[in-house]
């Protein structure tokens, strides 16, 4: 049982993840798949798993990172097809994080990421707050993000970027952007 709150089996996440991979599929392929797999559910353990594992079958897409040390991740799941999305159901992968940048050019990003990671006493309505605060900023700059939840309390937005910027441009752009949307907020 994944979800016992609402009685959803892994048999239920395949189903889900088979519907949805037509919505899906356009925003993980050819990207490098991080997973957060929940084999006892989501009420057990958890772990992040981002080397494919050796049990993995052949026909699903790999990438090698080209530039991994030696305690990295070196082969990547890469999610191109509906039969790799019911794979990673029948593994338990509930969180599904892709990169932020393309296998071909995984130097250069083709979104910035802005991460609303909520504290220990922070509500969900709160971490709500921030991203429409975000939303504000990013309507003011002509830009559009697109949320994500994560997590169980967490909110990712997306943010898509031209090409030509590294991941320290993004990076400090969403630096500034949070500065001024955390400027907003009292203490």
């Known amino acids: 049982m994944l979800f016992p709150s609402i009685g959803a089996t892994k048999r239920d996440l395949i189903r889900y993840y088979v519907t949805m991979a037509p919505?899906?599929?356009?925003?993980?392929?050819?990207?490098?798949?991080?997973?957060d797999r929940w084999p006892d559910g989501v009420t057990g353990k958890h772990f992040w798993q981002k080397q494919i594992p050796r049990h993995a079958p052949d026909w699903i897409a790999r990438w090698d990172y080209p530039e991994?040390?030696?305690?990295?991740?070196?082969?990547?799941?890469?999610a191109d097809r509906v039969a790799t999305m019911a794979w990673l159901a029948n593994q338990a992968v509930i969180d599904l994080h892709p990169w932020t940048s393309r296998c071909e050019s995984y130097r250069n990003p083709t979104y910035a990421l802005i991460d609303i990671d909520p504290g220990e006493r922070t509500t969900f309505q709160q971490v709500v707050t921030f991203a429409?605060?975000?939303?504000t900023a990013l309507g003011h700059l002509g830009v559009t993000g697109f949320p994500k939840l994560t997590g169980k309390r967490g909110i990712q937005i997306w943010v898509p970027v031209r090409d030509g910027y590294t991941f320290d441009q993004t990076r400090?752009?969403?630096?500034?952007?949070?500065?001024?949307?955390?400027?907003?907020?009292?203490d």
């Open 23 to 35: 919505v899906l599929l356009p925003y993980l392929r050819g990207r490098p798949l991080n997973t």
């Open 68 to 78: 991994a040390g030696s305690t990295e991740s070196h082969t990547y799941i890469v």
């Open 172 to 186: 400090d752009w969403v630096g500034e952007l949070s500065r001024a949307v955390g400027g907003t907020v009292p």
């Open 132 to 135: 429409r605060l975000y939303a």
